[in-house]
């Protein structure tokens, strides 16, 4: 490391990031962040202690609705932890304000070359592995959690805080923007309040670190090999949970899911956490249509915010399209009876986008 005091160290990598970022670098945006794929010369490699050249990631965060619980608002902060653990994980860097900069893992995102097809049983155990390694980290370890969390074990009151948090910010923090398209297109204003009194009753299992987000697109596939990247969302809670997301998200059919289910629960007996798998069957059904019920909300917004400012017939087919077939998968869960067809949605797009459309983003 070169003599330099942390504020020089600090204000030369600041200035050779912003450098890397004037349009020459490879660009990925997320929900959440903007992530630029650089590769530092040899001064910023050596404040940073890092290889010259090596690929890295630098993570802008973007300016977004808020549709998903952060217990630990600061990424770096739990990938400290989970890199002692998961060890190929890739590491944060340093941090640079509300920015960060990590290293990026070679090999290929899973949604690029499988973006929707069926996953092979060898990747599936790799997920199975994922998880349980993931619920051996210890509680300890992980950051504070917030005072109202609920009690470990509870997994009854640990769905109750889920659902709270859809309803009270995700669903009502949105209403004045998103209310009345809401409505219109059949989620009515008390759908998450009949969820919560039908769903109750849980068995208790230990919590753990869970990500929640292991979809497609934050899995690295590297010589068969699976990284799990974008720890954004890490909570500490019911497995069950992370299970249900993956999923959800993943897209798996009724066979898959079953497989997946399976090969879940002998991964965890074999870690020596077979607790964890207590009232599986009974209970992931619950978490799976919490995830269906919850994605309503985010799947609504995100489909009218992504309409253009000169919004024309095929933006409004496309968004309704994806409106519908939220309501389609929300529907069971939270007993929408009123389902419209895609006129009525592009209708109650249409309404929307004439009155917030302007202001959206
Ligand atoms: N370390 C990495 N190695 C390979 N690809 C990555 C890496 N980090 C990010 N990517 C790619 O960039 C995308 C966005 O990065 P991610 O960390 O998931 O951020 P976001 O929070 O925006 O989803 C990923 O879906 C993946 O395609
Ligand atoms: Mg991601």
New binding site residues.
């Given amino acids: 490391m070169l003599p330099l005091s942390p504020k020089t160290r600090r204000a030369l990598l600041e200035r050779h990031l912003e450098r890397g970022l004037d349009g020459r670098g490879e660009v990925?945006?997320?929900?959440?962040?903007?992530?630029h794929?650089l590769r530092l010369g040899v001064v910023p490699a050596v404040l940073l202690g890092s290889v010259p050249f090596a690929r890295l990631?630098y993570?802008v965060p973007l300016a977004t609705v808020e549709v998903v619980p952060r217990i630990w608002p600061w990424e770096p902060d739990i990938l400290e932890v989970v890199c002692r653990y998961l060890r190929e994980v890739?590491r944060c860097l340093a941090v640079l304000g509300d920015r960060s900069l990590?290293?990026?893992?070679?090999?290929r995102?899973l949604?690029?070359h499988n973006p929707d097809g069926r996953v092979e049983e060898r990747l599936m155990r790799q997920f199975a592995a994922f998880f349980a390694r993931t619920a051996r980290v210890p509680a300890e370890a992980l950051p504070p959690l917030p005072p109202d969390w609920p009690a470990h074990g509870d997994s009854d009151g640990f769905l109750r805080w889920l659902v709270a948090f859809t309803e009270e910010r995700v669903h009502r923090t949105n209403r004045e923007r998103f209310g009345a398209l809401f409505t219109a297109v059949g989620i009515p204003e008390d759908a998450m309040d009949g969820f919560r009194r039908r769903h109750h009753g849980l068995t208790s299992r230990p919590f753990t670190l869970l990500h929640t987000d292991v979809h497609r697109?934050?899995v690295?596939v590297r010589r068969g090999r699976i990284?799990v990247?974008?720890w954004?969302l890490a909570i500490y809670g019911d497995p069950l949970h992370d299970l249900a997301t993956h999923i959800v998200r993943m897209g798996y059919d009724k066979e898959e899911q079953a497989r997946m289910t399976g090969l879940w629960a002998e991964a965890m007996t074999r870690a020596g956490l077979p607790e964890l798998t207590a009232g599986l069957h009974d209970d992931l059904g619950v978490y799976l249509a919490f995830e269906y019920a919850q994605s309503v909300f985010p799947d609504v917004m995100r489909a009218a915010l992504a309409l253009p400012a000169a919004a024309g017939p095929d933006h409004f087919r496309a968004a309704a399209r994806r409106v519908a077939r939220a309501l389609g998968r929300a529907r069971e869960p939270l007993r929408l009876v009123d389902l419209p067809d895609d006129d009525r949605i592009v209708r109650a797009l249409r309404q929307w986008h004439a009155r917030h459309g302007a202001a959206a983003r």
């Fill in positions: 990925r945006a997320g929900h959440h962040n903007t992530n794929i990631k993570r890739p990590h290293v990026y893992r070679r090999g995102v949604s690029e697109a934050n690295v990284t990247i974008d954004e």
